[in-house]
């Protein structure tokens, strides 16, 4: 196997090993404290193994650590919506981050557009899965209900949470990337 795939693999394990620790620290911490949103949301762990593995790996890894976590007793169980937009999410996020370099403009758009036009769809889905609660109302006029207020009364909180989940899983790409080259380049001295 060559120099560059071996390190690419050992970037790939140390994303999800990292990610694992993120996503154990963000589902016990709750439990002891009261924490922000941007620390249970778990969104770093997800964000960071699909901007290094990719949009699959990153939804991969969402699937895996919500039935980690929920069959441990770490969870409230699956809601398969949530799950749906989390898998969604990171696709999104990994499509636009996946072997791209730090550009202030990508980052800038990913969190307006993240905040903004990804949440219709946790709108839809939840829509989708709980049309029988919520009675005769239809799925345009529930989801404009829901944007409107969303709109009024919570964006500034999905806009941090997205600004830290995809600044952080950046950073720490980064610093695994340069740990490993750091590492192949001590392999060459030796």
């Known amino acids: ?81 949530v799950l749906l937009f989390q898998i969604f999410e990171v696709i999104i996020i990994a499509l636009i981050w996946h072997e791209k370099k730090w550009n202030l403009i990508r980052y800038s758009l990913t969190v307006i557009g993240a905040t903004f036009l990804l949440k219709p769809f946790s709108y839809l889905l939840y829509y989708i899965f709980n049309k029988n609660l919520l009675g005769e109302r239809n799925c345009i006029s529930y989801i404009k209900e829901m944007y409107g207020y969303y709109l009024q009364n919570s964006w500034r909180d999905t806009i941090l949470l997205y600004a830290t989940g995809v600044l952080a899983a950046y950073v720490i790409m980064r610093g695994i990337d340069i740990l490993t080259k750091k590492r192949k380049g001590e392999e060459k001295k030796v």
Do not use: C, H
């Open 1 to 81: 196997m060559k120099k560059f795939e071996k390190r690419m693999i050992l970037n790939y394990v140390l994303a999800v090993v990292v990610a694992g620790i993120i996503s154990g620290i963000t589902a016990v911490i709750p439990m002891y404290m009261a924490v922000p949103k941007i620390i249970y949301a778990n969104s770093v762990p997800t964000f960071l193994v699909g901007m290094t593995i990719g949009p699959v790996g990153g939804a991969i890894y969402a699937i895996l650590i919500s039935l980690l976590l929920n069959n441990i007793g770490m969870g409230s169980g699956t809601i398969i919506y």
